[in-house]
């Protein structure tokens, strides 16, 4: 379907234009197209590097809006301009959202049947086509390089740019291939986006593409809208069903480290009537694509999906990340989280976190490398930088100061607000364990009194003072450190050793079945001349943010919810994602303005010309309750 009219210029030579007319047209493409009344600062760059032919490294925090950047530079200059995007399921998202606003784009991918493959190629030709999709891996297909330098491809944006460089966290060797593009396209500009580069996968970045003189766009990596929260694991099942019900009848994903525990946590889930699912690469493909379409189209509620997995799943209005255990890195972690209040709603991202994991991902890492064909060199550099990426996220999780200056000085930016209002520290949630210092000496000297032959879980239950077979066999019932800690159950007091174990009060030995032993600064800890503060592991008490309020601000919550179903029917009947047909912004608005008109429509952000066409009455009928 064609999208609306547009005064287009007549070749890319017209670029040569003064810089004002292109904007205007710019302005008025955005509100024709996209209900958008301004770009962002960073995307009115980018776009005109990319109408100057200028190659680009753009660097801009999920949800900030990199796709625009490669999407509206072909409406200016009527050309086919080509994305290479790492997942499939990302390619038709974004197909999908763009057909709804009438756009001409369209995904070559492994996943078509031939009738589809030739309808797209012949679009191609016939040069109707604005964005055409592809994999990285389709490009070493010579067929396709011939056909794209046959209707001139101009411009690539390469997506996820990130994955060529194994500085990163998330390398995929077939993106090495796109260095070939420059040597085909010698004339064409390449335009990389990416969401997480540290400044050595930004330099790996520009020299694996051959960009030339690129224009390096850096956005804020801050997330303003995203509430960050890390607490202590206790209990993943009830914490994590506490959690989610701060976010009943909202999308939500929830993320474990292991396949099992996310088909456990699902079904605990389900069995509470949660309406949740598990998500990993170990299902069939049919069932995963069955899930990614019930959570798009809000059949279902909750994603319970693993860490490495989860790049398909994407939804604009998802409300709550929840980690039950430790991502590997901070890059994943920032990418993972930014899922997270796309629209640019709060949203809500919390971390159980336990040091237990810290140790089950170095084994892990070990185990992987050693199994791997790396030689022995190599597999040690790759382990030692997985191990740094690990302890980055560590200390992420262990500090106590604003998680938003964190994460912002991580990614190599200083954060200038001294309170952020939007993370656990800012909020005053966390809260110091009672008497720190005298319960870690408690500890500490139980280890002592062990000989330092025991794992962390023997310990906590000779401090509870419980009647384990273990205990009796030992003798540890007679110990002077038996039931120091009899207030505390297991899962705290394991906490609490953990807690030691990571601001290195504790030392522990490697290997299968580690023990906990004793270091320089237990010894001082035990004579007095040290102190430690241990956060309380019960802790959960929430605050309700500023921005979260913000967003609610006069909003008819009932109409909201009637918008809800009514999109849920639409997407239903056109097996399509919800938030390509309105994302919750848009919904969220017109439930606060109540637009009675056509023209009052126009003016709600995210309705354009084609969503009126589309839309309009049924959304003028709901608002005016004259329907649902
Ligand atoms: P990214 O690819 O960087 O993660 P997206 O391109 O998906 O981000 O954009 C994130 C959200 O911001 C989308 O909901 C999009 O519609 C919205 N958006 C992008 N640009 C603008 C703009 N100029 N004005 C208003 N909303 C925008
Ligand atoms: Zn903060």
Redesign the pocket.
């Given at each position: 379907m064609p999208g609306p009219a547009t005064s287009l210029p007549d070749s890319i030579s017209s670029l040569d234009a003064p810089a004002e007319p292109i904007d205007s047209r710019i302005t008025d493409m955005?509100s024709r197209w996209?209900g958008?009344d301004?770009?962002?600062p960073l995307?009115a760059e980018a776009i005109h590097s990319a109408l100057d032919g200028r190659d680009s490294l753009v660097v801009?925090p999920?949800?900030?809006?990199?796709?625009?950047c490669y999407q509206l530079p072909p409406l200016v200059t009527e050309t086919t301009d080509v994305v290479i995007s790492p997942l499939v399921a990302l390619m038709k998202d974004q197909v999908d959202s763009l057909e709804a606003i009438g756009y001409p784009a369209a995904a070559l991918h492994s996943g078509l049947s031939s009738e589809e493959r030739t309808r797209i190629l012949n679009r191609l030709a016939a040069g109707e086509l604005r964005l055409l999709f592809t994999a990285p891996e389709r490009l070493v297909n010579t067929g396709l390089l011939d056909m794209l330098a046959r209707v001139g491809v101009k411009r690539f944006a390469i997506d996820e740019a990130h994955c060529i460089s194994h500085w990163g966290h998330d390398f995929r060797p077939e993106y090495r291939q796109m260095s070939l593009l420059r040597e085909r396209f010698p004339s064409a500009s390449l335009h990389a986006f990416t969401?997480t580069a540290t400044p050595r996968v930004r330099d790996d970045i520009i020299s694996q593409l051959h960009l030339r003189n690129p224009d390096v766009l850096l956005g804020t990596f801050d997330r303003p809208n995203l509430i960050y929260r890390v607490v202590p694991r206790t209990d993943r099942i009830t914490q994590t069903l506490h959690i989610l019900g701060r976010h009943a009848g909202e999308a939500s994903i929830v993320y474990c480290i292991s396949r099992k525990e996310t088909e456990r946590l699902a079904a605990r889930l389900a069995a509470e009537g949660l309406l949740a699912r598990p998500y990993h690469a170990g299902l069939d493909p049919e069932e995963r694509r069955k899930t990614q379409d019930a959570f798009a189209r809000e059949t279902i509620d909750v994603v319970v999906a693993t860490v490495a997995f989860g790049m398909g799943i994407d939804r604009?209005d998802v409300r709550l990340v929840l980690h039950t255990a430790l991502p590997k890195s901070l890059e994943a972690y920032q990418q993972e989280t930014g899922r997270s209040g796309?629209?640019?709603l709060a949203a809500e991202c919390v971390l159980l976190y336990s040091s237990a994991d810290v140790f089950s991902w170095e084994s892990l890492v070990r185990k992987s490398a050693l199994e791997s064909e790396l030689e022995s060199t190599q597999a040690e550099a790759l382990i030692a930088g997985q191990i740094q990426h690990l302890h980055a996220m560590r200390r992420y999780a262990q500090a106590t100061r604003c998680r938003h200056a964190a994460l912002s000085e991580y990614f190599g930016q200083a954060y200038g607000s001294v309170s952020c209002g939007a993370c656990d520290v800012c909020l005053g949630e966390t809260e110091s364990f009672p008497d720190s210092t005298v319960t870690a000496q408690k500890i500490v000297s139980c280890v002592a009194r062990v000989q330092e032959r025991f794992g962390v879980r023997h310990i906590c239950e000779v401090l509870r003072g419980a009647k384990t077979d273990g205990i009796t066999r030992h003798g540890h019932d007679r110990l002077s450190t038996f039931g120091l800690l009899p207030s505390l159950d297991q899962r705290a007091a394991e906490n609490l050793v953990h807690q030691l174990l990571d601001q290195g009060m504790l030392a522990r030995s490697s290997g299968d079945r580690p023990v906990v032993m004793l270091n320089d600064y237990s010894w001082e800890l035990l004579r007095g001349t040290r102190s430690v503060v241990l956060q309380e592991p019960r802790a959960g008490k929430t605050r309700a943010p500023k921005a979260d309020e913000d967003d609610w601000q006069g909003v008819d919550r009932d109409l909201f919810e009637r918008m809800r179903k009514w999109r849920r029917h639409v997407a239903e009947a056109r097996g399509k994602p919800a938030w390509t047909i309105f994302?919750d912004k848009s919904l969220r608005a017109i439930a606060r303005e109540k637009p009675a008109s056509p023209a009052a429509l126009l003016r709600i952000?995210?309705i354009g010309e084609k969503r009126l066409a589309d839309f309009g009455t049924a959304i003028l009928d709901l608002v005016a309750g004259r329907s649902l």
């Open positions: 955005l996209w958008f301004q770009l962002r995307q801009m999920t949800g900030g809006g990199k796709s625009l969401a604009s796309r629209d640019g994302d952000k995210g």
